[in-house]
């Protein structure tokens, strides 16, 4: 029931997780010492819930992954600059937009992939060739 409500909810928590950080930093700051925990905890949970044949019909097909990784790299970035030409952002914001855009995934997007009912493993394995 709690995990149904947060995994429902997640989008308004991170933004109003996002918007008192931004406004009041010191009550974040007493999670600084925990955020490895925290990342190491978050990564063995999506591990469990890996499933070996989705693993490995993941690793079966090094194509859609070298696909999923070229386009990261190429259509991400144009798309970004798009947004922030179309968008006559100051040139911090855009530059901030630009730089976003050619990241690779990271942890939060494997973890919104399974709370999307996603390829968890797809995403693990973008996840971790993109960031090599």
């Given amino acids: 029931m709690v995990l149904r409500l ?3 909810g997640l989008a308004p928590l991170t933004l109003i997780g996002a918007l008192l ?3 009041h ?4 700051l007493v999670f600084k010492s925990s955020f490895l925990y925290f990342f190491a905890a978050t990564m063995f949970a999506l591990g469990l819930v890996l499933e070996p044949p989705e693993l490995s019909d993941t690793l079966k097909h090094p194509s859609q992954i070298g696909l999923g990784v070229l386009t990261q790299y190429s259509v991400m970035p ?7 030409w179309y968008s006559d952002l100051s040139p911090e914001l ?31 394995a973008l996840t971790t060739v993109a960031t090599l």
């Fill in 94 to 124: 855009a530059l901030g937009i630009i730089i976003v855009g050619c990241a690779p995934g990271a942890m939060a997007s494997n973890v919104i992939v399974y709370l999307a009912g996603g390829a968890v493993a797809y995403s693990i």
């Fill in 78 to 84: 144009v798309l970004s600059f798009a947004c922030a």
């Fill in 25 to 28: 930093p010191p009550l974040f």
């Fill in 6 to 8: 947060l995994a429902n």
């Fill in 21 to 23: 950080a931004y406004w």
